[in-house]
């Protein structure tokens, strides 16, 4: 089953914090045994991610049973990866990912909305660090929940194999294409709609197909788009290698969405050398070499046009600047930051 960004954004920083830190790291989870993944003295808990339990079991270990083991352990600081934290910890760092429930509302239950401000906003506000995917977070974060920027801490997510391999070499000023690319079409917050509304005109004019990635279990009649809309694909549930594949072979990647904290696969396409066209939320503008071409208004003219420029027109040694750019953005420089919170968090 394939994992949630927040899943693999704990995973991936948990299995690297402990070599990072420097200290020992002791991992608990939602009905997994508690376990040592590092030997020295010091104790730090992780609450990664966990697929057994979400929901409202999830909360409910998250705010009964996780207060209980981390008193009953000799750790010093609880360190929260999934957004989320107990509001009887004293101690800890909690990374809060995005504000989507308070950015975009109409998304989520009225309950749901209530529990982010009980829970998330007084966690975060009483933590002594808290870490964020963005400088865009990091101002929305202190914004909104009244915190001040110098206690939040921007630790962004990394690439990894296999995106982070090196891509195709594409020398000339040309890079010959047949699709755009467009990953995560079972989320609306993603605003597939922007791009089907003007699709069929790119698909007559430059002859580009638009190919859909989305996880299939979230709609399960996903397929029944592509035969609505000329030129459009769907994708259900592809491997990393056959999204790989759908990475090298992009004129690009599109990302019109409403809402990011970060946009991970902005990195990972750009890891592969494949450019990027998005809206100006997230990681978007830190993340772009040309932002004036790359990060646009959502307005369908200024879309279908720069589309419409590289397909027969690539812009010189844009792929090049792009991979390069990826190479800084490693698990290992995240667990880095990450370390560095913690400790600033230990000497508070």
């Not at 709609?219 to 788009?225: D, E, F």
């Amino acid at each position: 089953m394939a994992i949630t960004g927040v899943q693999r954004y704990a995973r991936e920083l948990t299995i690297r914090l402990p070599n990072a830190l420097g200290e020992s790291v002791e991992l608990i989870s939602p009905g997994e045994p508690r376990r040592s993944i590092a030997s020295d003295a010091r104790a730090v808990l992780l609450n990664p991610a966990s697929s057994r339990w979400s929901g409202i079991p999830g909360h409910l270990w998250e705010q009964t049973l996780l207060p209980a083991r981390f008193r009953a352990s000799s750790a010093e600081i609880l360190v929260n990866l999934a957004n989320w934290a107990p509001l009887l910890v004293s101690r800890q760092v909690i990374a809060v990912l995005d504000l989507a429930p308070i950015k975009l509302p109409e998304y989520f239950s009225a309950s749901y909305r209530r529990f982010i401000d009980v829970v998330q906003r007084r966690a975060a506000v009483r933590a002594d660090r808290v870490i964020t995917l963005s400088e865009a977070t990091r101002s929305e974060i202190s914004a909104e929940f009244g915190i001040t920027a110098g206690k939040i801490d921007v630790v962004p997510p990394g690439v990894g194999s296999p995106f982070a391999q090196a891509g195709r070499e594409l020398a000339s000023t040309e890079r010959p294409a047949e699709f755009c690319l467009f990953v995560g079409g079972h989320d609306r917050r993603k605003n597939l709609d922007f791009l089907m509304g003007f699709w069929p005109q790119v698909h007559k004019k430059a002859g580009l197909k638009l190919i859909v990635v989305e996880r299939g279990h979230s709609r399960p009649h996903a397929q029944t788009r592509s035969v609505a809309t000329t030129g459009v694909e769907m994708r259900l549930d592809p491997s990393d290698a056959e999204l790989l594949e759908l990475y090298d072979n992009a004129l690009c990647l599109l990302s019109p969405s409403l809402y990011e904290g970060y946009g991970l696969p902005l990195l990972e396409a750009m890891a592969r050398g494949t450019p990027f066209i998005s809206s100006d939320t997230g990681a978007a503008r830190e993340l772009a070499a040309e932002p004036e071409k790359q990060v646009l208004p959502l307005k369908a003219s200024r879309w279908i046009a720069t589309i419409e420029d590289w397909s027969s027109s690539f812009p010189s040694g844009l792929s090049t600047r792009l991979g390069q750019l990826a190479e800084e953005h490693t698990w290992e420089r995240s667990a880095t930051l990450l370390a560095g919170s913690i400790r600033e968090a230990l000497r508070s």
